[in-house]
């Protein structure tokens, strides 16, 4: 009798079941497919792959070198090398930071005649490069130059009766860094300070703190983690400099390594000094991120309040228009003025089939590593979003050292694996088939290709998730309910919103192509040279006239990002 009264039951849900169920099909398609999603993952693991693959090259090239090598760079050139690139790491960061922050303050916070102009323009030094601002202040500042020339005119002195700051030092050379990394420092900056709220800032006024006290001990460090990413940014680029340093004959870790490569013919000591370059940058780049992850702010007020601009009068407006005009004045407008007196007078033909191969090789290479880096970056980006986890967090965050990693490691890290792959295989060719393959990928397009897209990633990737944000999820679930794939979803919803983002990405990596030396010069193939090349080969040869004509094509290249920028900044307010 229990057996009954309790199998009663169970046959009537198991029939109430059986009757609901018999239309479905035995196997549910799940909500999420999968279809794409194995690719895409391959995809990403892939790119990780790649950017990694410089870092752990240099690496066991370092010390499979032997310690002959490491003791006579130590005996020699290495200390005077961390000595000089310490030094001139120390001079930019302080030199972005005060620039950078002291403008950006100053169109933030105050008013004054031309501050809407100035908001806007302090950004357009971002378009140069710095062996640019190099080869301009050379020409006008150095002892055959034009100020130099017209002092002894006027004074009649001779060479050995004044004194005249000298242009091709370290200072020079911190000084043309920060010409045109201060922008990272500002942007970044002025970011912050906008969306402070007023009301901590005029607590402290209400307690009677000055203006300035309120700054360095409110606004200042509730700006920190902005600031110090700005900087950090400025630092990693300033140890990635190869063009400026070679030209003023500053010897740092990136200038080493092009001797040790090319001059010294010691592949085991370029690696070595690599690593010691690529260990400083990685340290950097865990610093920043450190600082990032520590740093929050909570704003207890219910309503974020703007900062009320002061009106500034009399010398006070003056002074600001001055202090945020110099960067704009030496930064933009005397070097595009500089370098076209200089061009005019070049012998250098823009439109001969010489340079406009210069041009062509440039653009190949700088919209093929846009295209390809930009679609690395959506991989990893949307992999990331898909699948969050381990696997694609650890992928993004490699992804994202390349641009920590000077362009001259991630050349000899790539060199280094490749040539012994192409030296083996032509080896085993011979030996096996009388055969000889060459060098395969060593000296190729490709791989200077591959150079680019990881040291630029970082950029792309950047880009592409500050748009991706704006993607809501609920998107993704409705794109999955109506049984979109992972792919159909990216291409179908997510590429049409990021287009914009997309675009500003391409452009970024375009033109940061467009400005790389180090890695082009070490990677490029045998007669295939680029403006940057060009202008580098003409300045070496103390031909600056003829080096201002590509150097103007390569900043009139980067003025496109920049004015997306300046539109973007804009609109901030």
């Known amino acids: 009798m229990c057996f009954s009264l309790l199998a009663f039951p169970t046959k009537i849900v198991e029939t109430k079941r059986m009757t609901i169920e018999a239309p479905v099909p035995p196997k549910v398609t799940p909500i999420v497919p999968r279809d794409g999603l194995g690719l895409l993952a391959t995809a990403a693991i892939t790119v990780a ?256 309040v703007a900062m009320p601009p002061v009106q500034l009068r009399g010398w006070r407006a003056a002074s600001a228009f001055v202090a945020c005009g110099v960067p704009v004045l030496f930064g933009a407008v005397f070097p595009v003025v500089i370098l076209f007196s200089m061009g005019v007078g070049s012998e250098q033909d823009l439109l001969s089939p010489r340079y406009l191969g210069f041009i062509k090789n440039s653009a190949t290479l700088a919209g093929t590593a846009a295209v390809l880096t930009v679609t690395a970056a959506v991989c990893v980006g949307f992999f990331q979003r898909l699948r969050p986890g381990k696997v694609s967090n650890t992928a993004a965050y490699i992804a994202r050292l390349g641009y920590a990693v000077p362009g001259g490691v991630i050349a000899v890290g790539l060199m280094v694996p490749f040539a012994l792959f192409d030296n083996t295989l032509d080896a085993w060719m011979r030996s096996t088939f009388d055969v000889s393959t060459g060098l395969l990928v060593t000296g190729s397009i490709w791989l200077l290709v591959a150079a680019y897209l990881v040291r630029f990633l970082a950029a792309a990737l950047g880009a592409y998730e500050g748009g991706q944000a704006m993607v809501h999820a609920n998107m993704d679930s409705a ?28 452009l970024i990596v375009f033109v940061d192509v467009m400005k790389e030396l180090p890695a082009t010069l070490i990677m490029r193939p045998f007669n295939y040279d680029t403006l940057a090349v060009q202008a580098y080969r003409l300045a070496s040869d103390e031909r600056l006239e003829g080096a201002a004509v590509p150097s103007l094509v390569i900043v009139a290249m980067g003025l496109l990002p920049v004015i997306l920028i300046c539109r973007q900044v804009g609109r901030q307010r």
């Open 479 to 506: 794109a999955r309910s109506l049984g979109e794939t992972p792919v159909g979803t990216l291409r179908r919803v997510h590429l049409p919103i990021l287009s914009p983002s997309l675009l500003t990405a391409l």
């Open 49 to 304: 792959s790649i950017a990694a693959l410089p870092m752990i090259a240099v690496l066991l090239a370092a010390f499979m070198g032997g310690t002959d090598t490491v003791r006579h760079l130590l005996n020699t050139v290495l200390l005077g090398y961390a000595g000089t690139t310490l030094l001139l790491v120390v001079m930019v960061a302080t030199g972005t930071f005060l620039v950078g922050v002291g403008a950006a303050w100053l169109v933030t916070m105050t008013r004054f005649v031309g501050v809407r102009f100035l908001e806007i323009a302090l950004v357009l030094p971002l378009a140069f490069p710095a062996y640019v601002l190099a080869y301009a202040y050379t020409h006008v500042l150095d002892h055959p130059g034009i100020v130099q020339s017209a002092l002894r005119d006027v004074t009649g002195w001779g060479p050995r009766d004044y004194w005249f700051p000298e242009i091709r030092s370290l200072g020079g050379a911190a000084l043309m860094l920060v010409l045109v990394l201060y922008p990272y420092v500002y942007l970044l900056a002025r970011a912050a300070f906008l969306q402070q709220s007023a009301t901590t800032f005029l607590a402290a006024r209400a307690l009677g703190s000055s203006a300035w006290v309120a700054f360095y001990k409110v606004s200042l460090p509730l700006a920190r983690p902005a600031i110090a990413g700005g900087v950090l940014l400025a630092v990693m680029e300033t140890i990635a400099d190869f063009g400026t340093v070679a030209y003023f004959g500053v010897q740092t870790f990136a200038t080493g390594i092009y001797t040790s490569w090319f001059s010294l013919f010691d592949r085991a000591g370029a690696a070595q000094l690599a690593l010691c370059l690529l260990s400083f940058a990685l340290l950097l780049a865990m610093l920043e991120r450190a600082q990032r992850g520590r740093a929050k702010y909570h704003d207890p007020s219910r309503r974020a």
